[in-house]
């Protein structure tokens, strides 16, 4: 166990609707990492946020946007669903901001969009 | 897109072998590279990491061997084991440019007893 937890573990949703994805760090993680992992594009990065902030951003779509809350969980809200958004979404953490900290995995959500 | 190349797709492995899975990067600039290893339904883990001033590093039945004028670095598992059989990443990043991590898109491993 990580001790990242994500919820929902399933989320099963119609073309359109918007979802919110829910994360919490391990206790002491200030830095969240979003990725989302799909069958054909394999693990990409979406984005970073460190004690609130936003840090990195990588692919991640306009319909997509995240936010990191005081209490350091964060939410990766997903608008406009459309079929190719069918994935598993991975949050991770961290102690520190770099990249190269270890990042612990939670154990995902998995999104799909019917 | 910054890319990191993966290989194989798949590799089964009779147990007591060795595994050896591929990656081959464009970025000069990397200079991290993680292995991360993901068994079914979980989030993938830390396995084990290079940075290019060596060229190779262990950790028990792990190995990863680093290329840096090739431009490639590689895992080994030495020993295979049916608890190994996990699917593996690669990634890289820059530490100096703090760009996030790219991934491979992953081997299945499978080992056979």
């Known amino acids: 166990d990580s001790g990242v937890t994500q919820t929902p573990k399933h989320l099963i949703t119609a073309t359109g609707q918007r979802v919110t994805l829910r994360c919490s760090p391990r206790s002491g993680d200030l830095s969240v990492y979003w990725y989302q992992q799909s069958l054909d594009q394999g693990l990409q990065f979406l984005i970073q946020y460190y004690n609130g902030e936003e840090r990195a951003k990588g692919n991640i779509l306009e319909r997509f946007s995240a936010q990191q809350f005081p209490d350091l969980h964060s939410e990766l809200n997903l608008s406009s669903l459309e079929l190719g958004d069918s994935a598993l979404y991975f949050c991770a953490s961290s102690a520190h901001p770099t990249m190269e900290d270890e990042q612990y995995f939670g154990p995902g959500t998995r999104l799909t969009v019917t | 897109q910054q890319q990191v190349k993966q290989s194989p797709q798949s590799l089964i492995v009779q147990k007591g072998g060795i595994s050896i899975i591929n990656c081959a990067y464009e970025?000069?600039?990397?200079?991290?590279f993680p292995w991360y290893q993901q068994f079914p339904g979980k989030g993938p883990a830390l396995l084990i990491a290079i940075r290019p001033d060596v060229s190779e590093k262990k950790e028990g039945r792990f190995t990863i061997s680093f290329n840096k004028s090739a431009k490639q670095f590689s895992l080994h598992i030495m020993d295979s084991q049916p608890g190994d059989s996990a699917t593996y990443f690669c990634?890289?990043?820059?530490?100096?440019?703090?760009?996030?991590?790219?991934f491979g898109k992953g081997t299945r491993l499978s080992v056979i007893a």
């Open positions: 970025n000069t600039a990397f200079d991290y």
């Open positions: 990634a890289a990043s820059s530490w100096s440019g703090n760009t996030p991590l790219v």
